[in-house]
T-cell receptor, first 115, second 114 residues
């Protein structure tokens, strides 16, 4: 199946700094990418949907200035957590799909810890 | 709106036991249905899918049948193994304005003891 690579898998940063997480589709063109945040007890929260070359669509309650999403190419989307605080600590997961396919391919996830 | 409801876990079983994880959905239209599995510390992987009513998805001994009349997509496995311990997510995908927006259930944790 298609491969989505997410990097870094773990990151620890100080409060107030910014962290960038990359999501790459390795063997297909990801026209749409989704960013999720996974809370304790496993529930997934969709943060935003990004289409290549256009602005991301954020879900209600997600601060777009806090969580900057860029999808500049068909194989790369980035999530930047700006001025991170301890409450931003979480597991962030990206997923991607090609064209109008219904199937999603997920990255391995990135564990962010803000001290 | 669309929604997916899964049974709450954790589900705890002994090895070789029969597994059922219930999943029901609400959707306007005809969604595609999925089960994803998440092993500890990892992202999600597609386990199986079904794209129309009465389709049966199967993989690694797991099965689920798309039941439109009961709006369900229950996951089953006849004999679980310790290595099946993971979190299982039921999901649907439905076209909305030309884009397929995925909706996930809250996940069900499965723990299999030797």
């Amino acid at each position: 199946g298609a491969v989505v690579s997410q990097h870094p898998s773990r990151v620890i940063c100080k409060s107030g700094t910014s962290v960038k997480i990359e999501c790459r589709s390795l063997d297909f063109q990801a026209t749409t990418m989704f960013w999720y945040r996974q809370f304790p007890k496993q529930s997934l929260m969709l943060m935003a949907t990004s289409n290549e070359g256009s602005k991301a669509t954020y879900e209600q309650g997600v601060e777009k200035d806090k969580f900057l999403i860029n999808h500049a190419s068909l194989t790369l989307s980035t999530l930047t957590v700006t001025s991170a605080h301890p409450e931003d600590s979480s597991f962030y997961i990206c997923s991607a799909r090609e064209g109008q396919d219904v199937e999603l391919f997920f990255g391995e996830g990135s564990r962010l810890t803000v001290l | 709106g669309n929604s997916v409801t899964q049974m709450e876990g954790p589900v705890t079983l002994s090895e070789e036991a029969f597994l059922t994880i219930n999943c029901t959905y609400t959707a306007t239209g005809y969604p595609s249905l999925f089960w994803y599995v998440q092993y500890p510390g990892e992202g999600l992987q597609l386990l199986l899918k079904a794209t129309k009513a009465d389709d049966k998805g199967s993989n690694k001994g797991f099965e689920a049948t798309y039941r439109k009349e009961t709006t369900s997509f229950h996951l089953e496995k006849g004999s679980v193994q310790v290595s099946d311990s993971a979190v299982y997510f039921c999901a649907l995908s439905l076209a909305s304005g030309g884009s397929y927006i995925p909706t996930f259930g809250r996940g069900t944790s499965l723990i299999v003891h030797p």
